[in-house]
């Protein structure tokens, strides 16, 4: 059985620092392309960034220069820095990996997503 489970969200200030967490577990062979989405209630899932397992990282618009995304391959975790937060920031964070059990044979996962609210 594979999982993500994501931590680290919360209540920041505008301008406020906060990091995610999500980590991988179970029976895991590999795992390509990790990264994050966001959704605010009534809005579609959208991109916050995502990282390939050779580092390459691609971030959506909106975070970019703010959030620096980064994995370790070694520990199945990938972990957002979210910097500079704004208000529009405000939604549920989901965590997502396409994860291998075999080595031909994977599927995308996701977390049960964390709330991160930005407000004064």
């Known amino acids: 059985q594979v999982q993500l489970v994501e931590s680290g969200g919360g209540l920041v200030q505008p301008g406020g620092s906060l990091r995610l967490s999500c980590a991988a577990s179970g029976s895991i062979f590999g795992i390509n392309a990790m990264g994050w989405y966001r959704q605010v209630p009534g809005k579609q899932r959208e991109l916050v960034a995502t990282?390939?397992?050779?580092?390459?990282?691609n971030y959506a618009d909106s975070v970019k220069g703010r959030f620096t995304i980064s994995r370790d391959n070694a520990k199945y975790t990938v972990n957002p820095q979210m910097n500079g937060l704004k208000p529009e920031d405000t939604a549920v964070y989901y965590c997502?990996?396409?994860?291998?059990?075999?080595?031909?044979?994977?599927?995308?996962?996701w977390g049960q997503g964390t709330q991160v609210t930005v407000s004064s």
């Open positions: 990282v390939t397992r050779g580092g390459l990282a």
């Open positions: 997502t990996a396409f994860i291998f059990w075999a080595p031909s044979t994977g599927n995308d996962y």
